[in-house]
């Protein structure tokens, strides 16, 4: 409940915030909505020239296209913001407003500016998200999309999680433009189904850099049948990552020069 009372303070001081640069709220809308319209116009261009990608038909693709762009809002909305300050705040030496506050370093880094700017862009890939699911002609039964939500919230904790690792080097190397961009380079694999990756490649994008199990596998249990295996996998995937980012967060900030050493 601390952290929960945490947040709604952070969500509070994140929307006040925003109102006050109103041009900038309207502009990332406008920005994202480009971005999201070209994502669907891109998938629907390729199946005027084939009625399958990687097993799935346009109906299956869309419903994929709409859970990466909302996992797109999402971490925008949510994480975005804190990360791109976060090699900034290092370097300054500013870290160290974060490590004296009573609560989990990590998550008060991670949360504390929550894009309020972006939150409209949310509830548009809700809507996509919707459509997509009204537009399948085939059955869906109501736990199999519970789930799917579920598993695309862990997929945007999963790309949080993946990010901060690419980040965390900043510690050592003072400069995490390099991490950044390998990062965004290698993160457009979310955006193509798992079904295109064959060998070295499907079994990194499946284990180490699990970009894969962000939207593919849970559209895959939505509406392929539901494979028992590939849950476990996801969830043992996610706390790997997690117990490896804890692990990894605790060795760099033994690397951490604060502002008064």
Same mark, same amino acid.
């Given at each position: 409940?601390?952290?929960?009372?945490?947040?709604?303070?952070?969500?509070?001081?994140?929307?006040?915030?925003?109102?006050?640069?109103?041009?900038?709220?309207?502009?990332?809308?406008?920005?994202?909505?480009?971005?999201?319209?070209?994502?669907?116009?891109?998938?629907?261009?390729?199946?005027?020239?084939?009625?399958?990608?990687?097993?799935?038909?346009?109906?299956?693709?869309?419903?994929?296209?709409?859970?990466?762009?909302? =996992?797109?809002?999402?971490?925008?909305?949510?994480?975005?913001?804190?990360?791109?300050?976060?090699?900034?705040?290092?370097?300054?030496?500013?870290?160290?407003?974060?490590?004296?506050?009573? =609560?989990?370093?990590?998550?008060?880094?991670?949360?504390?500016?929550?894009?309020?700017?972006?939150?409209?862009?949310?509830?548009?890939?809700?809507?996509?998200?919707?459509?997509?699911?009204?537009?399948?002609?085939?059955?869906?039964?109501?736990?199999?999309?519970?789930?799917?939500?579920?598993?695309?919230?862990?997929?945007?904790?999963?790309?949080?999680?993946?990010?901060?690792?690419?980040?965390?080097?900043?510690?050592?190397?003072?400069?995490?433009?390099?991490?950044?961009?390998?990062?965004?380079?290698?993160?457009?694999?979310?955006?193509?189904?798992?079904?295109?990756?064959?060998?070295?490649?499907?079994?990194?994008?499946?284990?180490?850099?699990?970009?894969?199990?962000?939207?593919?596998?849970?559209?895959?249990?939505?509406?392929?049948?539901?494979?028992?295996?590939?849950?476990?996998?996801?969830?043992?995937?996610?706390?790997?990552?997690?117990?490896?980012?804890?692990?990894?967060?605790?060795?760099?900030?033994?690397?951490?020069?604060?502002?008064?050493?």
């Amino acid at each position: 409940m601390r952290y929960f009372r945490l947040y709604l303070h952070f969500l509070r001081f994140s929307f006040s915030k925003a109102m006050e640069f109103r041009v900038d709220f309207f502009f990332r809308i406008v920005m994202d909505c480009f971005f999201y319209a070209i994502n669907i116009a891109f998938y629907q261009l390729l199946f005027l020239h084939t009625s399958t990608l990687a097993g799935w038909n346009e109906e299956q693709a869309m419903i994929f296209v709409a859970a990466y762009i909302l =996992v797109d809002a999402l971490q925008m909305t949510i994480f975005s913001t804190n990360l791109w300050w976060f090699p900034i705040l290092v370097n300054r030496g500013d870290l160290d407003y974060y490590l004296v506050r009573p =609560v989990s370093t990590l998550f008060f880094l991670s949360t504390r500016e929550f894009a309020a700017n972006s939150l409209c862009n949310v509830f548009i890939a809700i809507g996509i998200m919707i459509w997509a699911l009204l537009s399948y002609s085939g059955s869906l039964l109501w736990w199999k999309i519970l789930l799917f939500i579920v598993l695309i919230l862990n997929g945007t904790f999963m790309y949080y999680m993946v990010h901060m690792l690419f980040l965390v080097g900043v510690f050592w190397t003072h400069s995490a433009r390099g991490f950044d961009s390998m990062f965004r380079q290698l993160c457009l694999v979310y955006e193509r189904p798992d079904g295109i990756f064959r060998g070295t490649a499907r079994k990194i994008f499946t284990t180490i850099l699990p970009f894969c199990l962000m939207c593919s596998f849970p559209a895959r249990l939505l509406f392929e049948d539901f494979q028992f295996s590939i849950l476990l996998h996801i969830i043992a995937v996610t706390l790997c990552i997690f117990f490896l980012l804890q692990a990894v967060w605790k060795i760099s900030l033994k690397a951490y020069s604060s502002a008064s050493s």
